[in-house]
């Protein structure tokens, strides 16, 4: 008679390679999908909890550093179970390293720039970026690439080494930035009445910041106007949106006022007599 | 003005108008001025909560620091303190309380709010802008655009400090609210650079309730109680 018990307890027993059984693998299995599935939801209920409550980059670092300890830890414990010793593993490693090391170049450069991208944060997940030629959004960073949301919404996947050993221009880095607009005046209005109306709408607008304050003044008698500067400091967050808009409410304002913009104009004088054509050709008179 | 309404309310706050009510079978809520209009929907006739609210998420957040410039500076001794009333800026919040909590609806503010860097661009913070004047007692206000906060600054030091500005973290704020919103705040001068200020748990008046702190809802308990004015005073 066969007796289940025993039938299971020899399959588990068998032996798949060396002294690892197929319970042992079985073991090592749950323990590394156990581990995973921890680690996920470690991670979706430190999101849940701190998703309001600290800035997302930061989070996003949290998660990572969490998931993977979890996950690491979940290996280290249970490689032993199928029978890989981890000193020996370390001695191997090295040499193994080695190789994988100069096989793997580009892979290795990317990973240890993406670590420094990590921890140094010259950029942060949500800032404002110029990469290579690439403006946009940081989504993520990743251990081998970081990714960029164009302001197009175009995805674009920078290799970790480009972005550290590029320029990185971080239009968000500082909490304000300042922005400037050259305003032509027509000649013949009131330069002092445009500088009034330009600082009351800058003074009124709630992120034109009060403190670095505004500047604005006539920079330059241009060819065809009475040029303006306004140099304004706002929030780096909403920078952009108070450019539009100021810029829109000066406009508005200047009109209001009965100051004009003036096309680009150029005054002829014409030579005491006019000028006389002869044959296809200009001829003083 | 501040309070708790039934559903079915009317208010009417200084040409603002706020009002609850039922339509096609759906619960509504409404706020309209002559240059804004808000409407929506509430799953059920819930009670309105109008209390002021942390002075520092109008027009749009994009920061939680009150900085208050003070129009008269005030000089203080070496280890002496003084006690005074300044105003800050009202925001309204308006909340539907549900069953176990209650979560913020709609937020306006009669005032004009204006944005300042206190620092510098790279290590500063951005802080909404308020000047207020120093009262030896409390002021008369207009209490739809002004709250009033009690300060008490020590100065710790063995210098003469000059005080013109005061930042704080809108995490800290402890709001109450009567006829009139309020704060009572403490300030530590530790040098001449450099303050620490909080909030004191504790109405500047008798009979005055405690406002919904929104920021707190926010908070993780390692957070530091106090702001560490560290760019001057």
Redesign the interface.
């Known amino acids: 008679m066969i007796d289940p018990v025993t039938d299971i307890a020899d399959v588990l027993a068998f032996k798949i390679y060396g002294d690892t059984s197929l319970y042992d693998v079985l073991i090592f299995t749950f323990v590394i999908s156990a581990a995973v599935i921890i680690a996920r939801i470690l991670r979706t209920n430190l999101r849940r909890t701190l998703k309001d409550r600290i800035a997302g980059d930061l989070l996003n670092v949290i998660e990572k550093l969490v998931y993977y300890i979890v996950i690491t830890i979940g290996v280290i414990s249970a490689l032993p179970q199928i029978g890989v010793n981890l000193t020996g593993l370390l001695v191997a490693g090295g040499i193994v390293g080695l190789v994988i090391g100069f096989a793997s170049q580009s892979v290795v450069a990317n990973l240890i720039s993406g670590l420094f991208l990590i921890f140094e944060r010259p950029v942060k997940i949500g800032d404002q970026i110029n990469v290579e030629g690439v403006s946009g959004f940081v989504e993520d960073i990743h251990v081998l690439s970081t990714i960029v949301r164009t302001y197009d919404g175009v995805y674009v996947r920078i290799p970790n080494e480009k972005v550290f050993s590029s320029s990185i221009t971080n239009f968000v880095a500082n909490v304000a930035r300042r922005f400037e607009y050259t305003i032509g005046i027509s000649y013949s209005d009131d330069a002092g009445k445009a500088v009034e109306v330009i600082r009351r709408v800058v003074e009124a607008h709630p992120f034109a910041l009060r403190n670095p304050p505004p500047a604005i003044f006539v920079d330059s008698l241009g060819d065809s106007s009475v040029n303006i500067v306004v140099k304004v400091w706002a929030p780096s967050t909403v920078w952009y949106d108070v450019k539009m808009d100021l810029l829109w409410k000066i406009k508005v304002e200047l009109e209001k006022a009965g100051i004009t913009i003036p096309f680009p104009q150029r005054v002829v004088h014409f030579a005491e007599g006019g000028v006389k054509i002869e044959s296809g050709k200009d001829v003083s008179a | 003005m501040f309070g708790s309404y039934e559903f079915g309310v009317t208010l009417n706050i200084d040409g603002i108008k706020i009002e609850t009510y039922k339509e096609d079978g759906f619960y509504v809520y409404h706020r309209r001025s002559e240059t804004q209009e808000v409407r929506k929907v509430i799953s059920f006739a819930s009670r309105l909560l109008v209390n002021p609210s942390e002075p520092v998420r109008l ?2 957040e ?2 939680h620091y009150l900085l208050i410039e003070l129009q008269e500076p005030v000089f203080i001794a070496p280890n002496d303190e003084l006690t005074f009333y300044i105003t800050f800026p009202v925001e309204f919040g308006v909340y539907v309380a549900g069953r176990k909590n209650v979560e913020l609806l709609d937020s306006f503010t009669l005032t ?7 620092g510098t ?2 290590d ?3 802080c909404r ?1 308020w000047g207020s004047y120093v009262h030896r007692q409390i002021p008369e206000i207009d209490p739809y655009l002004e709250g009033i906060m009690k300060v008490n600054v020590k100065n710790i030091c063995d210098d003469w400090v000059e005080v013109k500005n005061l930042v704080f973290d809108a995490y800290h704020m402890k709001i109450y609210y009567g006829d009139f919103a309020s704060m009572h705040a403490a300030v530590k001068v530790i040098n001449t650079k450099v303050a620490e200020t909080s909030f004191i748990e504790r109405p500047i008046m008798d009979g005055m309730k405690k406002a919904v702190e929104l920021f707190s ?4 308990p390692v957070m530091r109680k106090a702001f560490v004015m560290e760019w001057g005073l």
């Open positions: 027009p749009k994009v920061t004009s709010p204006k944005y300042t860097l206190y661009p790279k500063g913070v951005i802008w809802l926010r908070k993780l």
